[in-house]
């Protein structure tokens, strides 16, 4: 599938250790997964994978297009901390565990 970014705005969230970022894509067919943004931007800012959440997706109705709001940490147990569960589920692909959860 290719993606296009078409549009990058960047804010660094200083007090929350994070980049919010909104973006507008343009793709080819179908709306892109969570896990095809998550590599896109994470290969765009240079980080893992673990360190990207994507929040939210609103498609254009009728087009090929999407803005997307992300969330980009420096540390996977800040990240834990600051997304809720259900984006966390969502982004790491649904499973019941979260990845890098401890038992207790």
Do not use: C, W
């Amino acid at each position: 599938m290719s993606i296009e970014l078409l549009s990058m705005e960047k804010r660094e969230n200083k007090l929350l250790n994070r980049i919010e970022l909104i973006a507008e894509l343009r793709f080819g067919s179908g709306t892109p997964t969570r896990k095809e943004i998550r590599s896109l931007i994470a290969s765009l800012l240079k980080k893992p994978e673990g360190l990207v959440f994507v929040r939210k997706i609103s498609t254009k109705y009728g087009r090929r297009e999407a803005v997307i709001k992300v969330n980009v940490y420096n540390n996977r147990d800040e990240a834990l901390q600051m997304e809720p569960e259900h984006i966390i589920r969502r982004n790491e692909g649904g499973s019941g565990k979260i990845e890098g959860e401890k038992n207790g």
